[in-house]
């Protein structure tokens, strides 16, 4: 998830900086606000790619054990028990 929060910010940034300077001229208030949007959305990318990276936990480390593969143990499955 860290590399994802370097990279992206710096794909987003080069990515406005391409389109900001073709759609606006170079130094313009609109290219730069290319490159803040670029850098920002490239963050979230990143991020969001990181977070789909994660596996589940480990069932030794499974904040609700599994009775059988497919249900997890809640409150509500074992009230009356």
Do not use: C, Y
């Not at 940034?13 to 490239?42: D, R």
């Not at 969001?48 to 997890?72: I, K, Q, T």
């Amino acid at each position: 998830m860290g590399i994802g929060l370097v990279v992206g910010p710096l794909i987003g940034a080069a990515v406005g900086f391409a389109i900001g300077s073709i759609i606006f001229k170079v130094g313009t208030p609109g290219m730069w606000g290319a490159i803040v949007a670029g850098v920002i959305f490239g963050a979230l990318g990143g991020f969001w790619a990181g977070m789909s990276a994660l596996g589940p936990p480990a069932p030794v480390d499974d904040p609700l054990p599994r009775e059988d593969e497919n249900e997890a143990r809640t409150d509500q499955n074992h009230s009356a028990s």
